[in-house]
T-cell receptor, first 116, second 116 residues
Framework: EPEVTQTPSHQVTQMGQEVILRCVPI?????FYWYRQILGQKVEFLVS????????KSEIFDDQFSVERPDGSNFTLKIRSTKLEDSAMYFC??????????????FGPGTRLTVL | AQKITQTQPGMFVQEKEAVTLDCTYD???????LFWYKQPSSGEMIFLIY??????QNATEGRYSLNFQKARKSANLVISASQLGDSAMYFC?????????????FGKGNQVVVIP
């Protein structure tokens, strides 16, 4: 069964460094998402992406964040200058069709980001 | 305001018994979708079941069923015949209508521990 994959599974970085988290969504999916989950807390929406542009972003997704689909398969989240509070599990998700309330988002296994 | 409320404390359930996880939601939209995800200790988010606001029948998916009470704005997950592998956090999430409104809003989760 097709699944969303994410690399790396764990990333450790120094505060102020740039990180790129990578995702390969399910191949016939059109919408892509990033969520994050700070340890012990609920999952929070960051951004959604369709047709090579951001379709929605949350208040968390400020100027230090960016997303890109550099080729036909990868979807990346870049954090330009990491802060301690960026430490979290970052989930990529994808959904099949144009977004509507019925469309299920399938999540990847997550990347655990630790900022020191 | 919280869109999804999950307030139960951690639950212990005997293997082979059923367990109900509570979820209430808040929306003024007529069209919305409700989702349950499972997060085992390994961290991934696994989609379990979906219920649409216009669905008249309660959703079922194997041992998972959703007790949908629209007037009460509740969407409780029922896991029948619990197995040890059901030990996990369970998150209720909602997606509301509207083009560009792609985000899933998650609750804080319910912790379930299945004991032999």
């Amino acid at each position: 069964e097709p699944e969303v994959t994410q690399t790396p599974s764990h990333q450790v970085t120094q505060m102020g460094q740039e990180v790129i988290l990578r995702c390969v969504p399910i191949s016939n999916h059109l919408y892509f998402y990033w969520y994050r989950q700070i340890l012990g807390q609920k999952v929070e929406f960051l951004v959604s992406f369709y047709n090579n542009e951001i379709s929605e972003k949350s208040e968390i997704f400020d100027d230090q964040f960016s997303v890109e689909r550099p080729d036909g398969s990868n979807f990346t989240l870049k954090i330009r200058s990491t802060k301690l509070e960026d430490s979290a599990m970052y989930f990529c998700a994808s959904s099949r069709t144009l977004a509507d309330t019925t469309d299920t988002q399938y999540f990847g296994p997550g990347t655990r980001l630790t900022v020191l | 305001a919280q869109k999804i409320t999950q307030t139960q404390p951690g639950m212990f359930v005997q293997e082979k018994e059923a367990v109900t996880l509570d979820c209430t939601y808040d929306t003024s939209d007529q069209s919305y979708g409700l989702f349950w995800y499972k997060q085992p200790s390994s961290g991934e988010m696994i989609f379990l079941i979906y219920q649409g606001s216009y669905d008249e029948q309660n959703a079922t998916e194997g041992r998972y069923s959703l007790n949908f009470q629209k007037a009460r704005k509740s969407a409780n997950l029922v896991i029948s015949a619990s197995q040890l592998g059901d030990s996990a956090m369970y998150f209720c999430a909602m997606r509301e209508e509207g083009y560009g409104n792609n985000r899933l809003a998650f609750g804080k989760g319910n912790q379930v521990v299945v004991i032999p």
